[in-house]
């Protein structure tokens, strides 16, 4: 079995081309993927380019059609004192 590789994304600017190569790695065109994903060719475009002006929807259906999913994890350490949030 192929070991799964994480993408870390930290901000707006790496999800566009994370996603794209996420395509390509497929060998999918944005039209195909389009049809894949029930998107529109112009949302791939958005979604490859410009994320931040499409919805969670569509990233989540982008995402299921490359077999990708979404992981939060928290990038700093929460105080130690016994505050919560």
């Known amino acids: ?3 799964a ?3 870390i994304i930290s901000n707006q600017q790496q999800l566009g081309p ?3 190569g ?7 065109t ?7 994903s029930g998107l529109g060719q112009k949302t ?8 931040w002006r499409c919805s969670v929807d ?5 995402m ?3 077999d990708v999913a979404m992981s939060l994890d928290f990038i700093a350490t929460l105080s130690s004192s016994s505050e919560e949030w």
């Open 44 to 51: 791939i475009s958005l979604l490859e380019t410009e994320p």
């Open 22 to 28: 996420l395509r390509k790695q497929k060998g999918l």
């Open 58 to 62: 569509s990233l989540l259906r982008y």
């Open 18 to 20: 994370t996603l794209k």
């Open 1 to 3: 079995m192929e070991r």
């Open 5 to 7: 590789v994480a993408f």
């Open 30 to 36: 944005q039209v195909q993927m389009a049809k894949q």
């Open 64 to 66: 299921a059609a490359v």
